[in-house]
């Protein structure tokens, strides 16, 4: 019912920002929360942001320390995160999630988009 596709990511030296978006094409779905994650090589997938579609509420994983932020355009069902100050331990692969009001888990995935950091 839903497909994400992420996009933005590249290669950018420590302390430069780069800007995600996941675009989402919806049928017959409503989304209640859109999210990022993100998987580094050898390593568990983390929660990076988080914002409630209907509302404005935005949650944050500690590691990202203030240094990114989730925004949404809801006309284009695109959700950005702005990633700010990176750091070599951001490289990752971040891939962009949905959910429904009622489901327990994230229902939906994108394939992900590539974050390297070079010190």
């Known amino acids: 019912q839903v497909q994400l596709v992420e996009s933005g990511g590249g290669l950018v030296q420590a302390g430069g920002s780069l800007r995600l978006a996941c675009v989402a094409s919806?049928?017959?779905?409503?989304?209640?929360?859109m999210a990022w994650f993100r998987q580094a090589p050898g390593k568990e997938r983390e929660f990076v942001a988080a914002?409630?579609?209907?509302?404005?509420?935005?949650y944050y994983g500690d590691s990202v320390k203030g240094r990114f932020t989730l925004s949404r355009e809801k006309s284009k069902n695109t959700v950005y995160l702005q990633l700010n100050s990176l750091e070599p331990e951001d490289t990752a692969i971040y891939y962009c999630?949905?959910?429904?009001?009622?489901?327990?888990?994230?229902?939906?995935w994108g394939q992900g988009t590539q974050v390297t950091v070079s010190s």
């Open positions: 914002v409630n579609w209907s509302g404005d509420s935005t």
């Open positions: 919806v049928r017959t779905f409503s989304i209640y929360v």
């Open positions: 999630a949905a959910r429904s009001r009622t489901a327990g888990a994230y229902e939906f």
